[in-house]
């Protein structure tokens, strides 16, 4: 099964909302990542969360990270309709070999 | 500076020919990854070189896929014989670290229908 899952797996807001993503993970993990992909393109990486970190920002982008839960959450602040994609996390287990991606959630921003 | 590029971005053949991917990763990465995207089974990594290396070909699904990575700036996946089940959207990644936690740079794909 994968490692990471989000939650939702689809998200539909107006533009200026804000839209938050969850990804809840099984093993202990060295760092937490967060990928775009719009359709039809390959993923983009957004930002990196290292397993001893508990919150990052980039841009209108915010990342927690809480290992005791095994959890972490994406938050779009200020959303625009070009933010329209599917939001992937991705996790390295401690011990592993590989990145393993979750199922992503699609999010829409209406405008 | 180029991203990761992929050739051809669409393929369509028909069952038990031959299928090359290829992939040039970006200049000076040492690491790259072969993905397969379906629906059903999400992103999943095929094989994972390093310094042109295999180092984790556990993905790959059958004796039918095999990859190469010849030199740094090249790599190709072969299908031989193709399967229906074997369209997907593929994707090569590089990286530039030896290991595959960083962040890796994709490029936008293959999408290849088996008729």
């Known amino acids: 099964s994968q490692q990471g899952e989000e939650d939702p797996q689809a998200l539909s807001i107006q533009e200026g909302e804000n839209a938050t993503m969850n990804c809840s993970y099984k093993?202990?993990?060295?760092?937490l990542q967060w990928y775009r992909q719009n359709s039809g393109r390959g993923l983009v990486h957004l930002i990196l969360?290292?397993?001893?970190?508990r919150e990052k920002h980039s841009g209108r982008l915010r990342v927690t990270l809480d290992t005791s839960k095994k959890s972490s959450s994406l938050l779009i602040t200020a959303s625009r309709a070009a933010d329209t994609a599917s939001y992937f996390c991705?996790?390295?287990?401690?011990?592993?070999?590989?990145?393993?991606f979750g199922a992503g959630t699609i999010l829409r921003v209406k405008s | 500076d180029a991203g990761v590029i992929q050739s051809p971005r669409h393929e369509v053949t028909e069952m038990g020919q031959e299928v090359t991917l290829r992939c040039k990763p970006i200049?000076?990465?040492?690491?790259l990854f072969w993905y397969r995207q379906t629906m059903m089974r999400g992103l999943e990594l095929l094989i994972y070189?390093?310094?042109?290396?295999?180092?984790?070909d556990s993905g790959m699904p059958e004796d039918r896929f095999s990859a190469k990575m010849p030199n740094a700036s090249f790599s190709t996946l072969k299908i031989q014989p193709s399967e229906p089940r074997d369209s997907a959207v593929y994707f090569c990644?590089?990286?530039?670290?030896?290991?595959?936690?960083?962040?890796?740079?994709f490029g936008d794909g293959t999408r290849l229908s088996i008729l």
């Open positions: 990644a590089s990286s530039p670290g030896r290991r595959q936690w960083g962040p890796q740079h």
């Open positions: 093993t202990s993990i060295n760092n």
């Open positions: 969360i290292r397993s001893n970190e």
């Open positions: 991705a996790t390295d287990a401690m011990g592993g070999n590989k990145l393993v």
């Open positions: 200049s000076g990465h040492n690491s």
């Open positions: 070189f390093n310094n042109n290396v295999p180092i984790d």
